[in-house]
Structures are given as structure tokens and as C-alpha cells.
């Protein structure tokens, strides 16, 4: 009997080694752009996605529960995200009968880079970047890890030439409205 071992092709052991790799090297390296991504946290995409509702709804005062039904997300963890927002200045709450949350500052003014590095604990895109947890046999000659140091700083560049407003555009409130149980009623914000 003639056993045949299928030897992972240089694309997919690419594609294992760097799991978490901006697109930007993916491209460098030939493979497509699906291949490979830089994947946020839970908490940063519901940061973004709470900021992107507050600014879609300007002028009104939005709540946790509302901003929770439009996505389909816990209010428990939301909750968690508010509280983070709120201590970065990035919304401003306000307690009591009529309350809500609102956007700090106007859109143009947040950045997404600066969003994203408030919001991740952690941005190690591979163990190797992690200080307490280096156990990879290859460090002391990887040259990898320079390379996806560099995919970073390009993804973080990236972002921060977007602000808010950039992501938010003008129909997205619509979007809202569309679903069923997510129209804000109006309370102006004071």
C-alpha cells in the first residue's frame, strides 16, 4: 500500500503562520486578499459600531438598549463598551428619567486609529509580540516579526486617515429606521 502525505502548499502554511496578518502583506506575498486579516476583538467592534450609531442619530441621546437592538447584541456587554467609551471621551452619558448617551465630540473629530487603540487590550498580532508569552523557537532570528510589525503600523495608518464621520455618511441613519424597532425617538439632546 502506497500512503500518500499531503504536504500543506507554501500558501496555506503562509496562511497558518500568520493568521492575523494585514492584507497588505498578504498582497506583498502574492496571495489574496481573503487569504490572511488582522481581526479586531468583539469589544472594539462594538465600540465602533455603538459610535457609528450615536453618530448616525446627531443631536438625539440614544440609549444602551437601543443601540443594542439595532445590532442584535448583548445590553450587558454593550454596557461594558459604554463605560470604556465614556471614560476615553469618546460619548458623553447622561444618568436619569430622559437619559441617554450622545457623542463627546463631533464625528470628524474620532478618529478610527485612535478608537481601535483605545479599545484593544492587546494588539499582538502573532504570540511573538506578546512580551510575557514569547515561546516561539524562532525569535531569536525572525525576521517575521518585523515584517508583521510593519503590517500593523500599515493597518493602524490606514485607519487613522478615517475619522468617524468618514464611516458614518449621511444614510446610515436610514439603515436604522429601516429595521423594525430601531427608530429613535427624538429627544434632543440639551
Do not use: W
Amino acid at each position: 500500500m502506497i500512503r500518500v502525505v499531503a504536504r500543506p502548499a507554501p500558501r496555506i502554511a503562509a496562511l497558518r503562520l500568520c493568521k492575523r496578518v494585514a492584507l497588505v502583506i498578504m498582497r506583498e506575498r502574492g496571495l489574496p486578499p481573503q487569504a490572511c486579516i488582522v481581526q479586531l476583538t468583539q469589544f472594539t467592534d462594538y465600540s465602533l459600531r455603538a459610535l457609528m450609531f450615536l453618530g448616525a442619530h446627531p443631536g438625539r441621546l440614544c440609549t444602551i438598549a437601543q443601540i443594542a437592538e439595532a445590532y442584535g447584541i448583548s445590553v450587558n456587554h454593550l454596557m461594558k463598551v459604554v463605560n470604556r467609551l465614556a471614560s476615553r471621551g469618546y460619548v458623553e452619558t447622561i444618568r436619569g428619567k430622559g437619559g441617554g448617551l450622545r457623542l463627546a465630540r463631533a464625528p470628524r473629530l474620532i478618529n478610527l486609529g485612535e478608537i481601535v487603540r483605545d479599545m484593544e487590550e492587546r494588539f499582538d498580532i502573532v504570540e511573538c509580540f506578546n512580551e510575557q508569552h514569547q515561546t516561539c523557537p524562532l525569535l531569536p532570528a525572525c525576521v517575521l516579526r518585523s515584517v508583521l510589525s510593519d503590517a500593523r503600523r500599515n493597518f493602524l495608518a490606514t485607519l487613522d486617515r478615517y475619522t468617524l464621520e468618514d464611516v458614518t455618511g449621511t444614510n446610515l441613519a436610514g439603515v436604522f429606521a429601516s429595521r423594525k424597532g430601531t427608530r429613535i425617538p427624538i429627544r434632543r439632546a440639551g
